[in-house]
């Protein structure tokens, strides 16, 4: 049986407020970890592939591979991350939202995401890696998404 809760108040950070008040602090920060969780993959994804872009110019020809396997990267998930950077990260190697719109226009345009699918209007700092592979097509977007 769930326990009733007897106060209809807490203090938190020296305020009083109500437990209503208080739920909704606490679901607004959990979709706010939720959204900085998302953009920060899609970051990590992004440096992974500049990085790997760069190692890749570094090496000589053929040897990229070897060096991949020999850190332990799946080829897959170096390719994604390669393919992420070309075409997102502006000049400091972070995803650039303008030119993530971009790269999502087109693939609405294109007909590779549906103009009704919701990422067809989610702004890029909502992404998640699944949306970045979506837009790029990678992965094919699913009405479950």
């Given at each position: 049986m769930a326990?009733t809760?007897?106060?209809d108040t807490?203090t938190y950070?020296?305020e009083t407020?109500s437990?209503?008040?208080?739920?909704?602090?606490?679901?607004?920060?959990?979709?706010?970890?939720?959204?900085?969780?998302?953009?920060?993959l899609?970051?990590q994804?992004?440096r992974?592939?500049s990085?790997?872009?760069?190692v890749?110019a570094?090496?000589?020809?053929?040897?990229?591979?070897t060096?991949?396997?020999r850190f332990g990267?799946h080829k897959?998930k170096g390719?994604?991350?390669?393919?992420?950077?070309?075409?997102f990260s502006g000049?400091?190697?972070?995803?650039d939202?303008?030119?993530?719109m971009?790269?999502?226009d087109?693939?609405?345009a294109d007909?590779?995401?549906?103009?009704d699918?919701?990422?067809?209007?989610?702004p890029?700092?909502?992404?998640?890696v699944?949306d970045?592979?979506?837009v790029l097509?990678?992965?094919?977007?699913?009405v479950?998404?």
């Open positions: 326990e809760i007897a106060r807490v950070n020296g407020i437990v209503d008040e208080a739920g909704r602090r606490a679901r607004e920060l959990c979709d706010q970890m939720d959204l900085m969780e998302r953009r920060t899609v970051e994804r992004t992974l592939g990085l790997l872009i760069d890749k570094s090496l000589p020809h053929g040897q990229f591979e060096w991949r396997e990267i897959s390719t994604r991350a390669m393919r992420m950077a070309v075409e000049s400091d190697g972070l995803p939202d303008a030119r993530m971009r790269v999502r087109r693939a609405v007909g590779q995401i549906p103009a699918h919701a990422l067809a209007t989610l890029p700092a909502k992404w998640g699944r970045a592979e979506c097509g990678i992965r094919h977007y699913s479950f998404d």
